[in-house]
């Protein structure tokens, strides 16, 4: 599952300790994890879920970010993509569902992108990946926006916080669906 979330937050953090929850949860269920990989809530989730027992992936932006360091010490594999866009894609391509945590601007490009490549696949007749955004925040956020650019608000899922969003994605999809890895 990938799970989208900010950079920002400490460990003790509200929004760091939801995260580090949601990946022990993902993983309680079976499910392996992919994030952007860095620090905060993106470290906190691959925390959660290595803690779990589950395989963490981070898919890391080094030339948008030269002052990183590299991925979280949570993460079991690390794969580099050459830009922001195509580590959004690889996230998703990758994963069967995605949430998205509490963030800002870049947790927001993500969703967005995901909305749009679901919007996509339901214009196919394709089933679109599950899209999942987790608190207040999006509950504010995605219907203004859908009602302002006329899209469909029912591809993305809104839930009140983690251990919501973590049974609606054990409802939509079984343990064992996954995507292929890059390059596969």
Do not use: K
């Amino acid at each position: 599952m990938a799970v989208f979330g900010s950079s920002a937050g400490r460990p003790g953090d509200p929004g760091y300790e939801e995260a580090r929850t949601c990946g022990r949860l993902l993983a309680e269920a079976g499910y392996a994890v992919a994030t952007g990989g860095y620090g905060g809530t993106m470290e906190a989730c691959s925390r959660g879920a290595a803690e779990a027992g589950a395989r963490v992936i981070g898919v890391t932006a080094p030339a948008a970010f030269p002052d990183r360091p590299g991925a979280n010490s949570w993460v079991a594999e690390e794969i580099p993509a050459p830009t922001i866009t195509e580590r959004i894609h690889r996230l998703l391509a990758m994963s069967a569902a995605c949430l998205a945590l509490d963030g800002s601007i870049g947790t927001l490009t993500e969703l967005l992108v995901a909305w749009n490549v679901a919007f996509i696949a339901a214009l196919g007749g394709a089933p679109p990946q599950p899209v999942i955004a987790v608190g207040p925040s999006w509950a504010a956020l995605i219907p203004r926006l859908a009602a302002e650019i006329d899209t469909d608000a029912s591809l993305v899922t809104l839930v009140p916080d983690v251990a919501t969003g973590v049974a609606e994605v054990r409802r939509r999809v079984p343990v064992g669906i996954s995507r292929p890895e890059p390059g596969n």
